[in-house]
């Protein structure tokens, strides 16, 4: 599979801190005729490629965005972006591994060896692996906090968010 953190197109900028309501504003002044090839190269830009599938392409940590035009409201599609912890699906939830020894992993079981959990601890590269011996796990729980990065799109200017909302939504 080709690294999807390679050969990323480049932003213009200037970004900004993008709120819910921001996106909901620029949608509403309209996506219509907006660049969709620039979107799809704002999709990758802005790393959304590395976990999300759209139309066959990307990849597989976090959910396919295909259809995303039919199922969610812009405001839905914003608050995923900027507020990506408030609803994590357990489909792709990281886990929160507590050993005997106090310490935390934090990442998604991708493989049980023997005796050995394979965690993979980045979202965005699951061959970023670590063993955990099954004997020095105390407890698991669900990670409440979203493997998605708050602010993905904060690098983008307005100009490229809307042509990258105008791609996700087929506008």
Known sequence: MKNPLADLPQVKGPGREWSVQDIERLAESGLEGRDKAHGKDMF?????????????????????????????????????????????????????????????????LIEEKDEHWIIATSPFDFSATMEVERSEIKDIKPSPISPMPAGMINRLNADELKDLLAYLLGK
Do not use: M, N, W
């Open 44 to 108: 990758k830009a802005s790393l959304c490629a590395a976990c999300h599938r759209f139309d066959g392409e990307g990849g597989p940590a976090g959910p396919d965005l295909t259809a995303v035009a039919g199922r969610f409201s812009v405001r839905d599609l914003a608050e995923a972006i900027i507020e990506p912890s408030k609803v994590v699906s357990d489909q792709y939830a990281f886990d929160t591994i507590i050993k005997h020894d106090g310490s935390q992993v934090v990442g998604k």
